[in-house]
């Protein structure tokens, strides 16, 4: 008897060194779609042996399992970089960078460094730098002349337009109103009563919009049927039909199309750092970079993975974006804790109103 809960004993500890030894071989990542295509993540394995769990998301569910777990269930996520400081600061869902680990060499220095001042929190860094891009307008220029946001609202467009119910859609109007919506960043009340003159406006345009857009294939294919003529959307969505209808655009409106970094973030209780950043430094070589940029369509924070870039993504940029207009872009500065509610409950009245 006591030989056999001897051997009991001695298989069980082997079951959970072995369970132990699985879970430091897979990286847990929480990222966007199209940030972790099959041939990077398998070439990753293939070169390190650590098996990657991907989890498809946006903003706001991220923020939403982060802290529902208290940072626990993923070892690498990749929130946007406005979205770190206010939500770590409130639920505490990330813990610091370890830049000791990270190649920063591979990074393009002037991104690294505006990402590390916009992640940080008393002192401690909380994001790095990988895909970038823009919001602006997606339109059909042989149906629509729209060349600013309020374009969404005219009445030659009337039924024929999308955009999603989300701040940035409220950002996109003030900055169109000639405000400056992230000045107000630390004055609650004023930005508040912004936000509320901001939903008047879409109260006001939901008769031009056909739907509220969620997700990409439904946008799409209202652009492609022509049921749109014009949207508020990405600007690699507006790349992608383009390839096929040369009609379609991707404009950056007058009053400045809405720049975004996506970012490497370690949760709170992730547990498997090494794993995240060894996925961190691989996908900052220019080769990989190009891979993944390829796939996601926007450009990346690795320095030279423009130059192994697709070129009709390269030529459609250039087209997008003349000098003037990527001097506009307006970058999201950190979110403080507390705004998004604000933005909320404006966006939950709009909805409401027929």
């Known amino acids: 008897m006591k030989l056999n809960l001897i051997s009991l004993a001695v298989a069980t500890l082997?079951?959970?060194?072995?369970?132990?030894?699985?879970?430091d071989n897979t990286l847990r990542l929480l990222t966007w779609g199209g940030y972790a295509p099959k041939e990077v993540v398998e070439q990753f394995t293939k070169e390190t042996g650590i098996k990657v769990e991907v989890t498809n998301s946006n903003n706001e569910e991220m923020i939403s399992k982060l802290r529902a777990t208290g940072g626990a269930g993923f070892d690498l996520a990749q929130p946007s970089q406005d979205r770190i400081t206010g939500p770590q600061a409130e639920f505490k869902i990330y813990k610091p960078m370890d830049l000791t680990k990270v190649q920063a060499a591979q990074f393009i220095p002037s991104m690294l460094e505006a990402t590390k001042k916009n992640t940080s929190l008393d002192g401690k860094v909380y994001g790095l730098p990988h895909i970038w891009g823009t919001d602006g307008?997606?339109?059909?220029t042989k149906l629509s002349k729209a060349t600013d946001y309020?374009?969404?609202?005219?009445p030659e467009n009337a039924g024929k337009v999308s955009m999603r119910l989300k701040r940035p859609t409220l950002i996109a109007m003030a900055f169109a109103s000639g405000?400056?919506?992230f000045a107000l960043y630390g004055n609650p009340k004023a930005y508040g009563a912004l936000m509320d003159e901001m939903g008047q406006k879409l109260i006001a345009c939901k008769k031009n919009v056909k739907f509220f857009w969620d997700g990409k294939d439904q946008l799409l294919a209202g652009l492609r049927s022509g049921e749109l003529t014009t949207a508020m959307m990405w600007d690699t969505g507006g790349w992608e039909l383009n390839r096929a209808n040369p009609d379609m655009k991707f404009i950056a409106p007058k009053s400045g199309a809405l720049g975004w970094v996506d970012t490497f973030a370690i949760p709170a209780k992730g547990r498997n750092d090494a794993a995240a950043y060894a996925w961190i430094n691989f996908n900052m070589r220019p080769d990989i970079a190009a891979k993944v940029a390829s796939s996601a369509g926007n450009f990346t924070a690795s320095q030279g993975a423009d130059q192994?870039?697709?070129?009709?993504?390269?030529?459609?940029f250039a087209a997008s974006f003349p000098e003037a207009a990527l001097k506009?872009?307006?970058?999201?500065?950190?979110?403080?804790?507390?705004?998004?509610?604000?933005?909320g409950r404006v966006l939950d009245r709009v909805k409401a109103a027929p």
């Open 14 to 23: 082997s079951m959970i060194g072995v369970s132990a030894h699985a879970q």
């Open 137 to 140: 307008l997606v339109v059909n």
């Open 150 to 154: 309020p374009d969404l609202c005219a």
């Open 179 to 181: 405000k400056d919506p």
């Open 308 to 316: 192994k870039m697709d070129a009709t993504i390269k030529q459609q």
């Open 328 to 343: 506009n872009i307006k970058w999201y500065p950190a979110v403080p804790a507390g705004l998004e509610d604000i933005e």
